[in-house]
C-alpha cells in the first residue's frame, strides 16, 4: 500500500501525475492536490486560526504576573548583558479569572471572560531577540535559510475541506520581518501557499482577493468566455490517452471559476447580525479593524479554510508602556473574545485551534524608564480549542520573568504540537528538498503534551 | 522536477528494497538523535570523547568505548547502548539531561533489532582516511560507443541511435514527427523564450524543409534574445537577487551588471571553463583590456549577489554564514551536490567531511565578497563594492552639481539633526521613534550620494570578490555553531570528490578551487543535463538537483556521457550542444500519446514523444507582451529596482503588478517580493538554488489568466491590431491564430470563435463597434487562456 508520505513526496508537478493516476483509477479525489488528505494519527484539531502579534508582547504585562518583579520595582540588577538595568514591575494588575482562575491582566477583561477556554503556555522561548530573525522563525521554524510557512506545511499534509477557496489565507501580514517568505511554500508546490488578503496597516474594510473579477457585467460574461477556452482546449487534446497537463489545466479554470464565485460573499461581513458585529467590537473604532480580521477568520474557517492568519502589529513597546500597552490591547480584547464566544457558540471550538503569539516576550528590566526590551528566553503564547486543556498553565518563567524555567517550550515544540494536534507526525510531514527529506521542525522539536487534552 | 520524476520518487518508494528502508529508518530516525543528543560528548569530529566512546562513525558506535561494544546488531537486549537510554541502570543513564521520549527509545530498539544499519563511513578518530566509495558521477567521462539499432530508418544523428537503442530494449516505438507548425513554435519559445511573428510562421509554412529548420536554429541561436532565455535558467541556479533578503532586506543596486554578463556569456558561446573560472576567480585572472578586465571581476558577482542577514550581531556568524552561502551555491550550481550539509556533521550521503567543508570553506573565508549595502538601523555589515574602468555602462542617469548640492546640504541638515539629539539624550538618538527616523532618512541620503563622484558622474561600480590581503584558515565549528570552534583545517580542496585536486599555496586558493570545478566531470555532466533537461522537459539524471548519492541515477548514463564529452571536445559550447540536440529527430517528435508507448512506459523514460510543459514564467509573461505587440525588446541598461540606491529595497507587497513592458529577465528580482505574475507561475525563488522549477496548475493561476488587467491589456491590443485589417472574420480569427497560437486555424476553431463573437455582440448590444471591439477582445483574451498558448507545442 501506498503510504502517506510516499503519496505526499509527489514532487512538483506532480499533480498532473497524480491527476492521471487518479483518472486511471477511477478515484476523483486525489486528482486535486489540495483534496483533504488521512492524517497519521486521529487529529484533535481540523483547522488553525494564528492570531499574530507582530512585535513581541509583553508576558509579564498580560498572561505571566510577577509579584517578585513588582517588589523589586525599580532595583538594579546585571544579568548577561542587561549591566545596571533597573527592574520594571508591570503597572498593570493581574485578575483570576474563570473557574480555572487564570491569572489575565487587567488590560484583557473580555478575553478573561473565556479563561477557561486558555492553554497558557509560559514556558515558551526562541532563538534570537530580533524581530525578523524571531517572526520568521515563529512563521516557518528556522531564520537561517529559506523554509515554507506553517499553514503551507499544513496545507500539504491535510489538503482542504473546501476546494473552492484557498486552502491558507493570511490577513494583513506585514511586508517586512521576512514578507512574504511568512505566508509563502517555499520548496513546497505554489498550490500550497498562503493567499493574501489586505495589508498590514491598511483597512480591512478595502481588502481584496488578487484577481477576482469586478463587476457583474464581466462575471456574468466570464462563464460564455469559460466555455470558448474549455473547447478550445478539448479541440487541443490529441486523441489517445487524455493529456494530463491539459486536463490539470481545465480543472483549474474550474476551480478557479468556483472560487471566483465564492470568495467575494465569504468576504461580504455585511450580512452577518448587529450582534455579532458588536460582539467582536467591529462598533469600536479602536477595535474596528481587527474585528474585521477575527470575523473574516471565522467565516473563512467556517467554509472549510484549514488554516487562517491575522495579524496585529504595534507591540513593540520599547517606550511608555502603560499606555501602548493598553492601546494595543483595546484593538484585539474584544475581537478574540469575539472569536472565541462565536466558534463556541457555533460548535467550532471543538476542533478548531486558536492560537495567540507574538515572536518573543520583553523584558522584566526597564528600557527608557518605562519600556521594555526584546526577550526571546522566555514568553507566553495561548491556546484554546481543539485538543487543547482549558484554564490550564504549562510552564513557566524565573520569578522575574527573564527565562523559562519550567515546561519549557522552544518553537520547534510548539510546531511539533500544534502539528501533533491536527492528526500529524512532525517527523513524518516531510518533503524531499535539495538531497534531503526537510521537515518543519528541521531535525529538531517534541510535542509537549502536557498540554493536550 | 517533472511527471517522470514523480513517477519515479513514487515508484522507488514503493519498490524500496530492504537495505534502502534501512539506511532510511537511520537516517531519518537514529541519526538525528545522535546528532542532536549524543555526538557533543562521544564524537571524534568534536574532539570530545566520553569514555573513549565514538558515535560520529559506525565503526566506532559499533566497537563502543572503556565499556565495551556499544550496540550489539540484532540483539537489542544486549546493547549498552538501549541500556544507557532507557535510563534502566543507575550508573548508565544517557542522555544525561534526562531521558529521551519513549517512542524515540523504542526506534534505537527497533533499529537494533533489525541489525543496526548504520550507513556512515570513516574510521572512529580518523575520519576521512576510508577510501570513498566510486560512485558513477565523478568517475571520469568516457565517451560510449555509438549502438548500432536493430531500426536503421528512424535515426537521424548518433543521438537518435542512443535514444532508439534505448526504446527498442524498452519495447517502444517513438510516435509520428511533429508537424512544422508545432516544430516551429517549440523551437523558438526553447531557444529565445519568445514565439515566433506571424509573418515568419508563414514563411516557414511555406517552406518547411530540412533546411529552412537548419538556418531558422542558426538563426536564433545567434539572436540577442538567446542570451536573455539561456541566462534566465542559469540565474535561476545562481540565485541572483538585487537584494539582500533576509530579514531587513536592502537593495543591490548593481547586481544587473552581474545578470548582463551572464546574458551576454550565452550569447557569446562561453567555454564551460571559463564561465566558471570567471565567476568564481575572474579577478584573479589575467586580462587583456579594461573591458576584459571590468567583466571578470562583474562575473565574481556571483559570489556575491546571495541573500545575506545583515542584522545579524555576531560578525564571525556572519562571516561564517556567508562562507557557507558561497560554498552552497559554488557546490550545488556547478557540481550538483550539496556539499553544505557538512557544515554541522560530516555528509550524510556524499564523500564529505567537515574537515573537508572547513577546508573549503576557508577559501571563501579568505575572499574579500563586496557586496555594497549601508550601515543602517538593523544593518551592521556595510562591504566595499569593485570599482570599474570607467569604460563601463553607468546604468543610471547623471546627477546635476544642483541635485548634488541639495542632496549633500540634505544630509549635513540630518547630520546636524542627528548630532544635536545625541547630545541632549543619547538614548533617544538610538531608540525614539525620532532618532530612529533620523538615522534611516540620513543613511538613504547617503545611499544616493555614495552612487555618484563629486561631478554628478555615477560611479562605476559592481558587485564581486577579490582575496583579502591575509588568507584565513578556519576551525572546525561543532555542529556548525561559532560558538563551539574545535581544531582549525588548513585551506583546500576535497580530495575524495574525484578531480584532481590541488594544493593551495597562497592566496584564498580560489583559482585552484575555480580550476578543479571547471575540470570537474560533474561540471559537464550537470551542464549537459541541463541543457537536456531544458529542451526535453526532463533532465537525464531526473534529480538535476543532486548527482550525489541521494540523487536519482540517470536515465541513460551513455547518452550523458556522449553527450558530455562531445561538450567537452568543442571546448564547452553551449550552443553547439543545442543545436546537437534540436537537430536530432528525437526532439522534433510529435507530443501526441501512442497507447502502445504509454502502456509500457507510461513516464516518457525512454523519449518516444515530445514532452509538453506549461511556459515557465517568463516566458509566458514575455510572449504575452510578445503577441500583443507590447513587447520592448531592447534589453534594459540597469535596474528598475523600486529603490535602485543603497538602503531599504522598497518593492510593492507581495509582489504587485508590474510597469515594465521590457523583457521579464530585466524586471527587478526583490528577495520575497518578486512580481505576482512570475510567483504564481513558479517564477524561481531568488533565494535558493533552482535548477529545475515547478510547474504547477492552481487555480490562483486561473483566476490570473482570467482576470488579470495584463492579459486584459494584452487581448484588447490584439484586438485593435486585428479590427484594423479590413478583411474577413474567418480569416481574422486565422490571424489571431498565427499569433496567438503560431498556427492556422481548425475549421472547428474558426466555428466556435465566430459562433461566440456573434452571440457576444448580440448580447452586448449598444455601439456596433464596441460591441465588436469587446467580443474579439474577449475571444483574444480566451485563445491567450488556451492550452494551445499555455503549453509548449
Not at chain 2, 66 to 93: F, W
Not at chain 2, 307 to 331: H, I, P, S
Amino acid at each position: 500500500m501506498m503510504d502517506r508520505r510516499t503519496l505526499l513526496s509527489v514532487a512538483p508537478s506532480s499533480f498532473a501525475c497524480l491527476a492521471h493516476t487518479a483518472m486511471t483509477s477511477g478515484s476523483a479525489n486525489a486528482s486535486n492536490p489540495l483534496s483533504p488528505r488521512m492524517p497519521h494519527h486521529p487529529p484533535r484539531a481540523r483547522r488553525v486560526v494564528f492570531l499574530c502579534m507582530d512585535g513581541g508582547p509583553s508576558h509579564i504585562d498580560l498572561f505571566d504576573p510577577k509579584p517578585a518583579l513588582t517588589k523589586a520595582n525599580g532595583q538594579t540588577i546585571n544579568k548577561g548583558r542587561l549591566v545596571g538595568a533597573k527592574l520594571l514591575g508591570s503597572p498593570f494588575k493581574a485578575h483570576k479569572s474563570g473557574k480555572s482562575g487564570l491569572e489575565i491582566g487587567e488590560t484583557l477583561p473580555e478575553l478573561a471572560r473565556h479563561a477557561d477556554k486558555l492553554c497558557l503556555m509560559r514556558g515558551m522561548h526562541t532563538d534570537q531577540p530580533n524581530h525578523p530573525q524571531a517572526f520568521l522563525q515563529m512563521h516557518t521554524g528556522l531564520f537561517q535559510f529559506p523554509r515554507p510557512s506553517i499553514g503551507s506545511w499544513v496545507l500539504y499534509g491535510l489538503g482542504t475541506d473546501n476546494a473552492n477557496l484557498p486552502g491558507f489565507v493570511s490577513i494583513a501580514p506585514p511586508a517586512n520581518n521576512g514578507g512574504t517568505a511568512n505566508y509563502g511554500s517555499c520548496f513546497l508546490p505554489a498550490i500550497y501557499q498562503g493567499t493574501r488578503l489586505g495589508q498590514a496597516g491598511r483597512p480591512m474594510a478595502n481588502a481584496r482577493m488578487a484577481n477576482i473579477a469586478g463587476g457583474e457585467r464581466r462575471a456574468d460574461r466570464q462563464r460564455t468566455q469559460l466555455d470558448v477556452i474549455q473547447e478550445f482546449n478539448r479541440q487541443a487534446t490529441p486523441s489517445g490517452p487524455a493529456d494530463p497537463l491539459i486536463s490539470g489545466l481545465m480543472d483549474s479554470y474550474e476551480l478557479a471559476y468556483r472560487m471566483q464565485g465564492e470568495m467575494p460573499p465569504l468576504l461580504d461581513i455585511s450580512a452577518e447580525s448587529a450582534s455579532t458585529k458588536s460582539s467582536y467590537g467591529l462598533d469600536d473604532p479602536a477595535s474596528r479593524n481587527f474585528a474585521h480580521q477575527c470575523l473574516l477568520a471565522r467565516r473563512l474557517l467556517e467554509a472549510g479554510v484549514r488554516f487562517v492568519e491575522i495579524c496585529q502589529p504595534g507591540w513593540d513597546h520599547h517606550r511608555g508602556i502603560q499606555e501602548a500597552l493598553t492601546n494595543s490591547c483595546r484593538a484585539i480584547d474584544k475581537p478574540m473574545s469575539g472569536l472565541l464566544g462565536d466558534l463556541a457558540a457555533r460548535g467550532m471550538l471543538e476542533d478548531t485551534l486558536v492560537i495567540w503569539s507574538g515572536e518573543f516576550g520583553r523584558t522584566p528590566t526597564s528600557q527608557g524608564g518605562d519600556g521594555r526590551d526584546h526577550n526571546s528566553k522566555g514568553y507566553t503564547m495561548w491556546m484554546a480549542g481543539g485538543g487543547v486543556k482549558g484554564g490550564h498553565v504549562h510552564g513557566g518563567t524565573d520569578e522575574l520573568g527573564f527565562e523559562a524555567v519550567s515546561g519549557r517550550m522552544h518553537v520547534h515544540d510548539w510546531h511539533a504540537t500544534m502539528l501533533y494536534l491536527l492528526g500529524l507526525d512532525h517527523e513524518r510531514l516531510t518533503y524531499r528538498h535539495a538531497g534531503r527529506e526537510m521537515r518543519l521542525t528541521d531535525i529538531k522539536g517534541q510535542v509537549e503534551h502536557g498540554i493536550v487534552a | 522536477m517533472t511527471l517522470m520524476h514523480s513517477y519515479i520518487v513514487v515508484i522507488t518508494f514503493l519498490t524500496q528494497s530492504a537495505p534502502d528502508q534501512s539506511i532510511r529508518q537511520f537516517e531519518t530516525k537514529i541519526r538525528p538523535v545522535l546528532v542532536s543528543k549524543c555526538l557533543s560528548c562521544h564524537s571524534s569530529v568534536s574532539g570530545k570523547m566520553k569514555g573513549n566512546l565514538d558515535l560520529a562513525t559506525a565503526e566506532g558506535l559499533k566497537r563502543g568505548g572503556d565499556r565495551g561494544p556499544s550496540v550489539v546488531p540484532g540483539k537489542p537486549e544486549e546493547s549498552q547502548l538501549l541500556q544507557a537510554l532507557r535510563y534502566s541502570h543507575d550508573d548508565l543513564k544517557m542522555p544525561p539531561a534526562g531521558p529521551l521520549a519513549a517512542d524515540i527509545v523504542r526506534e534505537f530498539e527497533v533499529w537494533i533489532r533489525q541489525g543496526a544499519i548504520d550507513p556512515r563511513s570513516g574510521s572512529p578518530a580518523s575520519p576521512g582516511k576510508k577510501p570513498a566509495p566510486v560512485f558513477w558521477s565523478i568517475t571520469p567521462i568516457i565517451s560510449p560507443k555509438i549502438p548500432v539499432t536493430a531500426d536503421s530508418a528512424w535515426p537521424q544523428s548518433d543521438l537518435d541511435r542512443f535514444v532508439r537503442a534505448t526504446q527498442e530494449a524498452a519495447g517502444v516505438h517513438p510516435v509520428a514527427d511533429a508537424r512544422p507548425e508545432q516544430l516551429f513554435r517549440r523551437l523558438y519559445l526553447d531557444l529565445t523564450g519568445l514565439p515566433p511573428s506571424r509573418e515568419e510562421v508563414v514563411a516557414f509554412l511555406k517552406d518547411p524543409s530540412e533546411k529552412a529548420y537548419a538556418a531558422t536554429v542558426k538563426r536564433l541561436l545567434a539572436s540577442p534574445h538567446f542570451g536573455e532565455t539561456w541566462g534566465r535558467h542559469w540565474l535561476d541556479v545562481a540565485r541572483f537577487g538585487e537584494s539582500t533578503g533576509k530579514q531587513v532586506n536592502f537593495s543591490y543596486p548593481h547586481a544587473w551588471r552581474y545578470r548582463d554578463w551572464v546574458v551576454d556569456a550565452f550569447n557569446s558561446d562561453m567555454p564551460l571553463a571559463d564561465f566558471i573560472t570567471r565567476q568564481l576567480a575572474g579577478d584573479l585572472l589575467p586580462a587583456t583590456s579594461e573591458t576584459a578586465k571590468d567583466a571578470n571581476r562583474i562575473a565574481t558577482g556571483f559570489l556575491a549577489v546571495g541573500a545575506k542577514a545583515l542584522n545579524e550581531r555576531n560578525a564571525t556568524q556572519f562571516a561564517m554564514d556567508m562562507a557557507d552561502e558561497q560554498l552552497d551555491a559554488t557546490t550545488q550550481a556547478f557540481l550538483g551536490l550539496t556539499v553544505a550539509c557538512a557544515r554541522c556533521h560530516d555528509h550524510k550521503y556524499d564523500p564529505v567531511s567537515q574537515s573537508e567543508y572547513t577546508a573549503m570553506a576557508g577559501i571563501f573565508r579568505s575572499t574579500d565578497t563586496c557586496y555594497g549595502t549601508i550601515r543602517l538601523v538593523q544593518a551592521q555589515h556595510p562591504s566595499r563594492l569593485i570599482t570599474l574602468s570607467g569604460k563601463a555602462p553607468a546604468g543610471r542617469e547623471a546627477r546635476s552639481a544642483e541635485e548634488l548640492k541639495t542632496l549633500t546640504a540634505r544630509r549635513d541638515r540630518l547630520n546636524s539633526e542627528l548630532e544635536a539629539l545625541r547630545s541632549s539624550d543619547p538614548m533617544a538618538a538610538f531608540v525614539s521613534m525620532q532618532g530612529v527616523r533620523l538615522r534611516i532618512q540620513q543613511g538613504m541620503v547617503q545611499g544616493q550620494l555614495e552612487l555618484y563622484d563629486s561631478n554628478g558622474e555615477p560611479k562605476r561600480l559592481a558587485m564581486g570578490a577579490k582575496d583579502r590581503f591575509f588568507a584565513t584558515d578556519v576551525p572546525i565549528y561543532e555542529r556548525g555553531e561559532v560558538d563551539h570552534p574545535g581544531a582549525t583545517v588548513p585551506r583546500g580542496l576535497p580530495t575524495q570528490l574525484g578531480g584532481t585536486p590541488k594544493a593551495v599555496k597562497k592566496g584564498s586558493g580560489r583559482l585552484e578551487l575555480a580550476q578543479w570545478i571547471a575540470t570537474h566531470p560533474l561540471a559537464a555532466r550537470v551542464a549537459v543535463n541541463r541543457v537536456w533537461l531544458h529542451l526535453m522537459g526532463h533532465g537525464l539524471v531526473p534529480s538535476s538537483d543532486n548527482f550525489g548519492l541521494a540523487g536519482t541515477p540517470p536515465r541513460d548514463q551513455r547518452l550523458l556521457d556522449w553527450l558530455a564529452s562531445g561538450f567537452i571536445a568543442s571546448g564547452g559550447s553551449t550552443k553547439q550542444l543545442i543545436q546537437k540536440i534540436v537537430m536530432s529527430r528525437t526532439y522534433r517528435l510529435g507530443n501526441e500519446t501512442h497507447p502502445a508507448a504509454f502502456e509500457k512506459d507510461p513516464d516518457n523514460t525512454t523519449w518516444w514523444k515530445h514532452e509538453r510543459r506549461r511556459l515557465d514564467a517568463e516566458t509566458l509573461r514575455d510572449s504575452l507582451l510578445a503577441v500583443s505587440g507590447r513587447l520592448d525588446h531592447e534589453p534594459l541598461q540597469g535596474t528598475q529596482l523600486a529603490q535602485a540606491n543603497e538602503g531599504f529595497a522598497v518593492g510593492p507587497q507581495g509582489g504587485g503588478e508590474i510597469s515594465s513592458t521590457k523583457r521579464s529577465i530585466y524586471l527587478p528580482v526583490l528577495r520575497d517580493g518578486i512580481p505576482e505574475a512570475l510567483a504564481l507561475f513558479d517564477g524561481a525563488d531568488p533565494s535558493l538554488i533552482v535548477p529545475e522549477r515547478h510547474a504547477t496548475s492552481t487555480p490562483a493561476q486561473g483566476l490570473f489568466l482570467l482576470n488579470n488587467p495584463e492579459m486584459i491589456r494584452s487581448a484588447e491590443a490584439l484586438a485593435r491590431m486585428i479590427l484594423d485589417k479590413q478583411e474577413p472574420d474567418n480569416e481574422r480569427m486565422d490571424r489571431l491564430a498565427h499569433i496567438i497560437w503560431s498556427r492556422p486555424a481548425r475549421p472547428a476553431e474558426i466555428e466556435t470563435g465566430l459562433a461566440f463573437v456573434e452571440a457576444f455582440v448580440k448580447k452586448r448590444g449598444g455601439l456596433p463597434a464596441r460591441a465588436r471591439f469587446e467580443a474579439w477582445s474577449a475571444l483574444a483574451h480566451a485563445q491567450l487562456a488556451s492550452a494551445d498558448f499555455l503549453l509548449t507545442p
